[in-house]
């Protein structure tokens, strides 16, 4: 990932997160012992990030991509799923303060990895561009790095990280959250939306008004990991690496995100054929 961008999802830790979150000494005792022995698997989730997580406002239940994930991690070590809602700024600290065991959908960056450490990806995937009804597919980046062009993106995203620095010409308006900036390629405000293949998908299939999905060159790829704290002990960082390495090539990872976004009404025909995950 380039820069200092943040999580999955696709943030940038804030600037008063990073002030907190300092670089830390690893930390004695071994998260796989506890998990084994308390039987239970704390894992971070985050409201209104589908495919990931899926919160159900009615029951208060959750589902999506990352929840399949822990609970296949948790049957390997006889645990039970137990979620603690964060946010994708408020992750690294909850792995400092020992809130929860590991965090999903976390991009590695040389800042991120001074304060906590990562598993091996498990997902490798690609940005997008989402235009508004009757713009043309941008086929480059030059296509959008022109002063005409409208991009949106959401404020301090690896989508705003990527747009200024291979579109640096273009006019960007940057928004508060991601859906802001999508309102504003439906509604004719913005020509297109730079935001990741696996948010891209879920997103359009939402909302009809938009137009459609590219994948422009070159293309511009991020790995997303499993985040977990410091420790002197490396055994639960090398287990969860394993168990990603083994799942993304058994095909299993691309599996549960396509049950993820199948939750969501997106069916693998959706799925245009250059968008890899």
Known sequence: MLGAVAAAGATVLPQAAQAQAAPAAPANGSTLDRVRSSGVLRMGVVVGQAPYFTKNLTD???????????????SKLNAKVQVVETTWGNQVLDLQSNKIDLAFAVNPTPERALMVDFATPILVHSFTAVTRKGYAKPATWDDLNKPEVRIAVDMGSSHELIARRYAPKANILAFKTRDEAVMAVSTGRADVNIVLAILALPMLKKNPSLGEIAIPRPVLTMPTNIAVRLESDKRWRDFLSVWADYNRSMGTTREWFIEGLAELGVQQADIPPEVQF
């Open 60 to 74: 208060g239940t959750w589902t999506g991509a990352c929840l399949k994930m822990a609970a296949d991690i948790a």
